[in-house]
């Protein structure tokens, strides 16, 4: 597993999410190591979603601990905690202008040279040639790549992931794939990936895990997971059958 060592990148323990009445997420334990690629899977309405705001510091839990780097999540967050987390929504939103602008924007307001980053990271994602053409004018697939640039240009420690290449045709799922594998490749970022393409998964993550009504059914190596799932429901669920 490249770049990825025992100790976690976060940890998190009786981690709970309540809005009103009702309980979303109710995560008794998890920990996501570094430099992998961890795949969440499940149901809509799950609770999937919700935890990746909760690990990008959007909101807080209702209760129980998350820790980062060895650091207690305590909101306010500290900025230089936030910063070090970068998310790309299942719906991104850009900013009016260029494919450049777009990216450059986070180095902008960082106030971080840009040097030759921006054009590498544009290389990176196959668009160069798209550099100086307006948003507005890009394919699914060509807003996506740019949103994961945006967020890459700041080479962040953790990589959040909600659905990337949800709705896109298969030639930009590959290419959305192909830019998680050498992510995983470097191991200098982490991946949270929130898919419910169950082969996407299988094809990309380090670990898999399975979240119904909350709760963490069952978190393991992926090839175990797939191969020798230990909680009946998460083999069913691999195998397509309706278990929610």
């Known amino acids: 597993m490249a770049g990825a060592i025992d100790?976690?990148?976060y940890?998190?323990?009786?981690?709970?999410?309540?809005?009103?009445?009702?309980?979303?997420?109710?995560?008794?334990?998890?920990?996501?190591?570094?430099?992998?690629?961890?795949?969440?899977?499940g149901p809509n309405g799950a609770g999937k979603s919700t935890l990746l705001r909760l690990l990008n510091f959007l909101e807080p839990a209702s209760s129980g601990d998350l820790t980062f780097l060895g650091q207690k999540a305590k909101y306010p967050v500290p900025l230089a905690m936030r910063r070090q987390v970068t998310m790309v929504f299942q719906r991104p939103i850009l900013l009016h202008g260029s494919?450049?602008?777009?990216?450059?924007?986070?180095?902008?307001?960082?106030?971080?040279?840009a040097g030759g980053s921006i054009d590498d990271m544009l290389g990176k994602l196959e668009l160069s040639a798209l550099s100086e053409t307006s948003v507005h004018e890009l394919s699914g697939g060509e807003f996506q790549r740019v949103a994961l640039a945006r967020a890459l240009v700041l080479r962040p420690r953790v990589l959040l992931l909600d659905e990337p290449a949800a709705n896109l045709d298969p030639q930009n799922v590959e290419k959305i794939e192909a830019i998680i594998r050498t992510i995983r490749r470097e191991g200098h970022t982490t991946v949270v990936l929130v898919t419910?393409?169950?082969?996407?998964?299988?094809r990309l993550a380090d670990r898999t895990a399975l979240l119904i009504d909350g709760s963490f059914i069952e978190i393991a190596e992926t090839t175990r997971f797939f191969t020798q799932?230990?909680?009946?429901?998460?083999?069913a669920f691999v195998q397509g059958q309706m278990i929610y």
Do not use: F, M, T
């Not at 494919?99 to 040279?113: C, G, H, T």
């Open 7 to 9: 100790d976690p990148i």
């Open 11 to 41: 940890h998190a323990r009786g981690l709970r999410k309540v809005y009103g009445k009702r309980c979303v997420l109710d995560v008794e334990a998890l920990e996501v190591r570094r430099g992998e690629v961890l795949a969440i899977i």
């Open 99 to 113: 494919v450049w602008q777009n990216v450059a924007y986070p180095l902008r307001i960082r106030k971080i040279k």
């Open 196 to 202: 419910h393409r169950v082969e996407q998964a299988r």
């Open 229 to 235: 799932s230990e909680d009946p429901r998460a083999a």
